[in-house]
């Protein structure tokens, strides 16, 4: 068989494929063929710099054989089998007990599912099925924040909370609601005071509105990847978890961005001290090279919801052993190469290298967790406010003159999170690249052309 040629794919693509967030009238699409480490290859040959992992992920690299072999060995010997009631296969129990090893004191179980959207919403079903296990059925609401992202699907995708993503798609699930984001950067969210006195305050403030006795869960990611990478405060998670626990709330850390290595850690709860109930995990689990997600649980819940008639959440791909396969191998790559510390490293020189910008008029500031780095874009910075978003977006323009891939995250963030086994000598390729299209970018967003000024 012949493979089509470009033209073919480009008509066949536009006819036929349904991309998430693209107007069917948008201009062509890239079409990749190949990856190799950092770098991909489009159908036309030419070859381009991943700074996005995809979206977050990739943290070992594109065309791992090892990984390739893994899944092919996996295969051959079992494709498939399903884990509902009392089936079970080796490669999902060697990996549930791997995950129990690596994340933190008291999460013991895992139940597998095919991606992070899937996963939260397990998350939320779990929360409330624990307290109804408990005699405690009023407990359905559940909290979240404004620009947290959780996913697509309905119950993931109510505590999202980006109204531009529900718009026309509601009625949504009932009883979720949303408090402000640690983002201390928009300083006008906290009324002058301290962000955490703020938010802590705001917490305590609803859960006496709504009740403790009707309250499941707080749903949150721990550093907010599609806001652009929202570091809270310090001090934020320790005394948020803290208010939790005092109203036997269960905290949902949703970690499908910041797990396995992308911030220098296993997990980003490690590096906060904080210790969730559920922990909601994907991509990096997998490095993308087969759909899984995992969702972990402490005992204690894991033991309340298994009772009855049993856990009531159940995919056909729940621990797909041909995934389990290939996260085993991706986790031992992670720990062989030592890509946590290399993930710090690199990502501390991309920090190094992009600080500097904040002295161009539309960067506002630079955030950055190991290999999670953003930019924030501002039209000034007085006031903060956001870059608009110009016709043809910044970071189609860095990649069509570059051939750096990086992604405009929540309208205003320019982000990178690439493999983590990104050289410094790519780093400072994508860096170079960002800098010579953002010094042409004008407060009303648009970009002027090389050679002139902004
Ligand atoms: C924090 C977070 N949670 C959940 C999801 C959804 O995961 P998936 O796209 O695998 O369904 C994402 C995807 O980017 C995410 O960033």
Request: aromatic share 8%; glycine share 10%.
């Amino acid at each position: 068989m012949t493979s089509p040629n470009l033209q073919d794919l480009l008509d066949l693509d536009r006819r036929h494929v349904v991309h998430p967030h693209l107007p069917l009238d948008a201009k062509d699409r890239t079409v990749f063929v190949r990856g190799k480490a950092c770098s991909l290859w489009d159908a036309t040959g030419r070859e381009y710099l991943d700074a996005t992992g995809g979206l977050w992920l990739a943290q070992v690299g594109h065309g791992r054989e090892e990984i390739a072999d893994a899944a092919a060995t996996q295969m051959k010997r079992l494709e498939y089998f399903t884990t509902f009631w009392d089936f079970s296969h080796d490669r999902s129990i060697e990996l549930a007990a791997r995950l129990a090893r690596l994340s933190p004191e008291g999460l013991d179980y895992s139940y597998f599912t095919s991606g992070g959207s899937e996963g939260n919403d397990a998350a939320i079903k779990t929360a409330r099925y624990y307290h109804s296990q408990r005699g405690e059925s009023s407990r359905t609401w559940i909290l979240s924040r404004t620009t947290a992202y959780h996913g697509l699907a309905y119950g993931g995708g109510t505590a999202t909370g980006f109204d531009e993503m529900k718009a026309g798609t509601g009625p949504m699930l009932p009883d979720v609601a949303h408090l402000t984001p640690p983002h201390p950067y928009r300083s006008w969210l906290f009324d002058g005071q301290n962000p955490t006195d703020f938010l802590v305050a705001e917490l305590e403030a609803t859960i006496e509105r709504l009740g403790a006795q009707n309250i499941a869960a707080m749903i949150a990611e721990p550093i907010m990847g599609v806001a652009g990478m929202v570091i809270p405060p310090e001090d934020y998670w320790p005394r948020i978890s803290a208010v939790l626990r005092q109203h036997g709330i269960l905290l949902i850390l949703d970690e499908v961005v910041t797990a396995f290595g992308r911030i220098g850690h296993w997990f980003a709860a490690d590096h906060f001290g904080v210790t969730p109930d559920i922990m909601v995990t994907a991509k990096g689990l997998t490095s993308g090279y087969a759909p899984l997600g995992a969702v972990l649980m402490s005992r204690d819940v894991a033991e309340t919801v298994m009772t009855g008639h049993g856990y009531p959440v159940g995919y056909t791909y729940s621990g797909h052993p041909v995934s389990c396969a290939v996260a085993l191998a991706n986790l031992e790559i992670i720990e062989r190469e030592d890509l946590l510390a290399a993930a710090q490293r690199t990502g501390a020189h991309l920090a190094q290298r992009l600080e500097p910008l904040k002295e161009l008029p539309v960067v506002g500031e630079v955030r950055q967790a190991g290999m999670g780095i953003a930019l924030e874009l501002v039209a000034d910075k007085e006031s903060r406010r956001p870059l608009p978003e110009p016709g043809p977006g910044i970071a189609d323009i860095i990649r069509d003159e570059t051939g750096v891939v990086v992604r405009v995250s929540s309208s205003h963030n320019l982000v990178f999170s690439p493999p983590l086994v990104m050289t410094e000598f790519e780093a400072d390729r994508a860096v170079d690249a960002v800098e010579s299209v953002l010094r042409r970018v004008r407060p009303d967003g648009t970009v002027v052309s090389p050679g002139s000024v902004a």
